[in-house]
């Protein structure tokens, strides 16, 4: 086996890049390094297995280099700032769709690549009708970060039809744990460290979620690489239960030794934390369960081992 990791010095990818190689597997990593960070791999520099390359996958001709002579793409490589999408939708359409294009190309082109995993994201489904939200729900994104998600899960679907290999989208939950740089617990971590008498909350806080551990979601990833029996499919990859901003909110303060008074920010109609966030979010995960994975950590937990382990790791 031969791997590309794209975005593998982010926080997932690193992780997933952890996971392979322990098990022996020569590894890839294509990173431009807008949010990652070289210290996420840098423990494996020196290993026969290893190879970073550091490029930009919106230029065709690192996206060609990227997957010479490998057969599994895991595609991570992405801006996964939701917000961001809100006042910036060419960085979503750039960063996301354009640079999966060029890279479902160069698998095209070079012709070695027996399967594609791409890391999609819950936000496809916009405001889900059914909680907890299966497979077959419509999509229908409410941002320009989950359109982006949908449009490239359509292109490797088409992809995987038309040109050889097996293609895997995976609806990820919001994936937690060490490394993490961005979403929810980071940045009230980085508010309280600032100011730990006072959190600002945007939205009413009220806003419910599902968060999966990023060991599980690495198992989670590699099962359904291994196992996913079609051409191409989706699978959602998420946990059974769900935590509000506000519980966040007091796990991040416990963790921290703090006990600051909350200021709800709810600038935006019933209490999201920004236009295009989506309020409720629960997926169904009986479809990947049936392939033989389950979280093991709940996301109560998992959210309070991210909290703990990215104090300690930034040294507050
Ligand atoms: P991350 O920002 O830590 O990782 C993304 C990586 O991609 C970074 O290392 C970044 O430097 C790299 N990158 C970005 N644009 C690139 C480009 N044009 N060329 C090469 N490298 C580029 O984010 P993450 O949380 O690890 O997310 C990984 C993937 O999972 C993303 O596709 C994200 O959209 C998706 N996802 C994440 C979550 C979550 O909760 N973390 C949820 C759903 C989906």
Not at 33 to 60: T, W
Not at 163 to 188: C, E, M, Q, T, W
Not at 280 to 288: R, T
Not at 289 to 316: D, F, H, I, N, Y
Request: neutral net charge.
């Amino acid at each position: 086996n031969r791997v590309l990791v794209t975005g593998g010095a982010g926080f997932i990818g690193s992780h997933l890049v952890d996971y392979l190689l322990s098990k022996g597997v020569y590894v890839r990593v294509v990173d431009n390094l807008s949010s990652g960070r070289l210290e996420h791999v840098s423990h494996h520099f020196g290993s026969k297995l290893f190879e970073f390359v550091e490029g930009d996958l919106k230029n065709p001709e690192t996206a060609l280099k990227a997957v010479e002579d490998v057969d599994t793409v895991f595609h991570l490589a992405a801006n996964p700032e939701v917000r961001l999408s809100v006042t910036e939708p060419i960085v979503h359409f750039n960063e996301n769709l354009l640079a999966t294009f060029n890279l479902l190309e160069a698998c095209r082109r070079k012709g070695s690549v027996k399967l594609f995993v791409f890391a999609s994201s819950s936000t496809v489904y916009g405001d889900a009708s059914v909680l907890p939200t299966p497979e077959t729900h419509e999509v229908k994104p409410i941002s320009v970060y989950g359109a982006s998600k949908a449009g490239c899960e359509a292109l490797l679907s088409s992809y995987s039809h038309l040109y050889g290999f097996k293609g895997v989208s995976l609806r990820y939950a919001n994936i937690v744990g060490p490394r993490l740089r961005h979403g929810v617990i980071y940045d009230f971590i980085m508010k309280l460290s600032r100011n730990s008498r006072e959190l600002e909350i945007l939205g009413d806080g009220s806003q419910r979620k599902s968060y999966l551990h990023v060991r599980d979601a690495v198992e989670a990833t590699v099962t359904a690489a291994e196992n996913s029996p079609s051409t191409y499919d989706c699978f959602n990859v998420g946990n059974e239960d769900w935590v509000t901003v506000t519980e966040i909110a007091d796990i991040v303060s416990k963790a921290m030794g703090v006990k600051p008074s909350y200021r709800f920010v709810a600038t935006v109609k019933d209490g999201r934390g920004w236009p295009g966030d989506v309020k409720l979010m629960l997926l169904s995960i009986e479809k990947i369960k049936k392939l033989g994975w389950a979280p093991r950590l709940s996301s109560r937990e998992a959210v309070e081992e991210t909290a703990r382990a990215l104090v300690a790791e930034l040294g507050l």
